[in-house]
């Protein structure tokens, strides 16, 4: 069912005069609200010059330094984004597709391992390796980026590879029974069938969820600012109305950036998702299905 | 291990905190959440454009960014009020927009031959969703609900980081920097906390996720 049109019938004449009304007064309901809010911001003179004009206005004398820490903590975002999801797919594979090929008793390690990280906060694994990995002597300081940026990619990475392994899992698992037993019959190995048959097709299938995991780990790498570990965006948003007292101003620009970039990956996500699920449509298939659970709980998870 | 023994009653204080904290932003965030999914499918347009932005806005930014927004910039406008009732107020916004489209997901899984049955018999908007589609849709929420509510837990511990005082977050903090012991005890201890909630809660979930699926 898409759209609420299915809910309620099309509207006759007077049905449709009293949805008018309703649409008005929500209409009204909801721009008083928005402009209730303006103008309690407006009181408080937060649209005073001074406080929006070091973020919009070229020709103040904080504006290049302003924009250079919000690119700057952008830049390491991206960076350490790139990097965790880079690791996680990786790893993730390597422990997917482990759980998948060995048998019962032999995956309990790798199930344990993934239930383990699955569990735990991020914001923990973070803090654990900022603290633990020095205190047994791994010393990240001398690589390139600076430890901050490792502590977060590490810490990111234990949390986002057994998520990406178990989107994986299920996406081998969603492809339908005849891949396998075709794969076994002209005679490939467990190996091969995995790498050259399901995989691929696993890949396909979940990749608007990677996408979708993507925006999990850009909105993890801010829990760094509060962990105080590496200087990224919202850590850059903190330094400058630190220095100029325009906390609402700051917060909104950066908020914004956010939004703006993770909207558009989340749009991506759906567009690959539709393009997907019209090029594999054959009648009486499941995985079509099956890959919209995949990523509506993967949607859900943070 | 001498770090958990010995400061067992703060471990225990800190997990009852994280629990009342979870425990208030689970009402919040449900009861705002299906307002909003409310918002959603209504045939006010209004009201779904409304909905559309909240959703849109709260769930592409950061836990963390909206927590700064709450305790640092609401006090600028003069709303004052203590970290530990913005961070929950933060909590709640952010889960609430997940909550909302869990319930939204649900909602679309019911087929729409099942609410145009119920119109056809008469139904109108409010009965048809009341007696029809939510009975079906809950049970297709349950397990995104689920998930959902189990991220909240872990995100509570994101107010500890940010100096919510008193969670299970905080007790690391409060241990290893001002009390000065080693922090691999003190953060196992702490991670073991979050595992004995979130492990039989998503053992619980899956089961609970075989009982209700449905065959449509």
Known sequence: MSGGLVLYDLPGPRARRRQTMLAIVAGIAVLGVIALVLYRLNQQG??????????????????????????????????????????????????????LMLGKWSRMPVVGFIELFRGLPVVISIFFASRV???????????????????????????????????????????PKGQREAASAIGLSGMQTMG??????????????????????????????????????????????????????????????????????????????????????????????????????????? | MDAVTENFDLFLSGYWTSLKICLIALIG??????????????????????????????????????????????PEIGIRGSYWLFGISALIIYTS????????????????????????????????????ILPQAFRTSVPPLGSVLIAMFKNSAVLGAFGVGGDLFSVSETLTSARGYAATPVLVGVAVGYLLITLPAGAFLAFLERKTAILR
């Open chain 1, 46 to 99: 937060q649209f005073a010059a001074q406080l929006w004009d070091p973020l919009v206005n070229p020709s103040d004398k904080d504006f290049s330094a302003v924009w250079s820490l919000i690119g700057n903590g952008l830049a390491n975002t991206m960076k350490a984004a790139a990097l965790a999801i880079t690791f996680s797919l990786s790893v993730g594979t390597v422990i997917g597709v482990a759980r």
């Open chain 1, 133 to 175: 990995l020095p205190d047994m002597g791994v010393n990240l300081s001398n690589w390139p980026g600076g430890e901050g940026l490792w502590f977060v990619v590490i810490g990111l990475t234990a949390y986002n590879s057994v998520i990406l392994a178990e989107i994986l899992r299920s996406g081998v698992n969603a492809l």
């Open chain 1, 196 to 302: 050259l048959i399901l995989l691929p097709q696993a890949v396909r299938i979940m990749l608007p969820a990677l996408i979708s995991q993507l925006v999990v780990i850009l909105k993890d790498t801010s829990l760094a600012a509060v962990l105080g570990v590496y200087p990224e965006l919202l850590n850059s948003a903190k330094y400058i109305y630190l220095n100029l007292n325009n906390p609402i101003q700051s917060l909104i620009v950066v908020g914004t950036i956010f939004v703006v970039i993770n909207w558009t990956l989340s749009q991506l996500a759906g567009w690959v998702e539709q393009r997907l699920s019209r090029s594999t449509r054959s009648p009486g298939e499941e995985t079509d299905d099956e890959a919209h659970y995949i990523i509506d709980t993967a949607e859900m998870r943070q």
């Open chain 2, 29 to 74: 965030s449900l009861v705002i959440g299906t307002i909003i999914a409310a918002f959603r499918v209504s045939p006010v347009a209004p009201l779904r454009w409304a909905g559309t932005t909240y959703v849109t806005m709260v769930r592409n930014a950061p836990l963390t960014v909206l927590l700064f927004f709450f305790a640092f910039g609401l």
């Open chain 2, 97 to 132: 927009a997940f909550v909302c489209e869990a319930l939204r997901a649900g909602i679309n899984s019911v087929s729409s031959g099942q609410a145009e049955a119920a119109r056809a018999i008469g139904l109108p908007f409010v009965a048809t969703l009341r007696e029809v």
